[in-house]
């Protein structure tokens, strides 16, 4: 059984950092491609980054530049460090096996629950 489980949200002044994580079981973590989203109240769930099995990196234009993903798969963890904050970061972040071939769609249809992220001062 698949388990997603998002921790390293809060509340955050603009322009300060957070670093999520994202911890996985139940699957072979090192073969998938693993990715961040985040819904924000009122929007739809869109990818915030993306990493292939081989390291190859994929950012939404909103957080290029500012926010990295990663990944230890010796600790089957996924990793967004994110930088210079802004208001329109505040959403729930999910994270989830993703399909690069197929827009970066998630792989699992169980989301974890996710962890809120809020950008105010």
């Known amino acids: 059984q698949v388990q997603l489980a998002e921790s390293g949200g809060g509340l955050v002044q603009p322009g300060g950092s957070l670093r999520l994580s994202c911890a996985a079981s139940g699957i072979i973590f090192s073969i998938y491609s693993m990715a961040w989203y985040r819904q924000a109240p009122g929007k739809q769930r869109e990818l915030v980054a993306g990493v292939t099995s081989s390291d190859m990196v994929k950012y939404a234009d909103s957080v290029k530049g500012r926010f990295t993903i990663s990944r230890d798969n010796a600790k089957r963890t996924v990793y967004l460090q994110m930088n210079s904050v802004k208001p329109d970061d505040t959403a729930v972040y999910y994270c989830?096996?993703?399909?690069?071939?197929?827009?970066?769609?998630?792989?699992?249809?169980?989301w974890g629950q996710g962890t809120q992220v809020t950008v105010s001062s």
């Open positions: 989830n096996a993703a399909q690069p071939r197929n827009n970066w769609a998630g792989v699992f249809d169980s």
